[in-house]
């Protein structure tokens, strides 16, 4: 009979060697039939972590995901993404946050900025609006908000399945986000 992976426990993906055992992929969590399902932290090889739900050994639920790249100059890079996952996807309502300082908080669809969402840029303010396919669209629901102007704050009005974002004035400009 073939032994079933069944409860918590680790895997460190290819051989072993204590040496390298930073080096390698690692899963750290919940496991149901030889699957990656429940919480974990996953770490890849590139030196990304994902830290959250799985389903069927894809991310799946709310999780916060770390990715490390290089730049084509040679710079390590990374970001940061904290929200909802579908299918192994970034899909939902999430925040991502660049190296840069840069934000995006919104809608998601498969790994692309889809639906209504606020980008906030580090130094030049917000630009909230409708975005298909990573692509602003819809010129006429946006504003942006230079970052000395009056105070603003974006908050989120949560409706059973349905986020909108409202702009309201607010005192302190340092609670922007």
Not at 12 to 23: A, W
Not at 49 to 72: C, Q, S
Not at 87 to 106: A, Q
Not at 140 to 156: C, R
């Given at each position: 009979?073939d032994d079933i992976i069944c409860g918590q426990g680790t895997m460190i993906y290819g051989s072993y060697s204590p040496?390298?055992?930073?080096?390698?992929?690692?899963?750290?969590?919940?496991?149901?039939?030889?699957?990656?399902?429940?919480?974990?932290?996953?770490?890849?090889?590139d030196e990304s972590v994902y830290e959250g739900d799985w389903i069927a050994n894809k991310r799946h639920g709310k999780?916060?995901?770390?990715?490390?790249?290089?730049?084509?100059?040679?710079?390590?890079?990374?970001?940061?993404?904290?929200?909802?996952?579908?299918?192994?996807?970034?899909?939902?309502?999430?925040?991502?946050?660049?190296?840069?300082?840069?934000?995006?908080?919104?809608?998601?669809?498969?790994?692309?900025?889809?639906?209504?969402?606020?980008?906030?840029?580090?130094?030049?303010?917000?630009?909230?609006?409708?975005?298909?396919?990573?692509?602003?669209?819809?010129?006429?629901?946006?504003?942006?908000?230079?970052?000395?102007?009056?105070?603003?704050?974006?908050?989120?009005?949560?409706?059973?399945?349905?986020?909108?974002?409202?702009?309201?004035?607010?005192?302190?400009?340092?609670?922007?986000?």
């Amino acid at each position: 009979m073939d032994d079933i992976i069944c409860g918590q426990g680790t895997m460190i993906y290819g051989s072993y060697s204590p040496d390298e055992d930073n080096l390698k992929p690692k899963y750290v969590g919940e496991w149901k039939n030889n699957m990656r399902d429940g919480f974990g932290i996953m770490r890849f090889e590139d030196e990304s972590v994902y830290e959250g739900d799985w389903i069927a050994n894809k991310r799946h639920g709310k999780g916060k995901l770390k990715m490390i790249f290089m730049t084509p100059e040679g710079e390590k890079q990374h970001m940061t993404y904290e929200g909802q996952f579908q299918n192994d996807n970034i899909s939902g309502y999430g925040v991502m946050i660049w190296s840069n300082g840069d934000v995006y908080k919104g809608e998601w669809e498969n790994g692309k900025r889809q639906g209504r969402g606020q980008l906030k840029f580090k130094d030049k303010g917000w630009i909230y609006g409708i975005f298909n396919n990573d692509e602003l669209v819809d010129a006429s629901l946006n504003q942006i908000i230079a970052k000395n102007t009056k105070n603003v704050q974006a908050f989120h009005e949560q409706k059973e399945d349905d986020l909108w974002l409202h702009p309201e004035i607010i005192e302190d400009e340092d609670e922007m986000y």
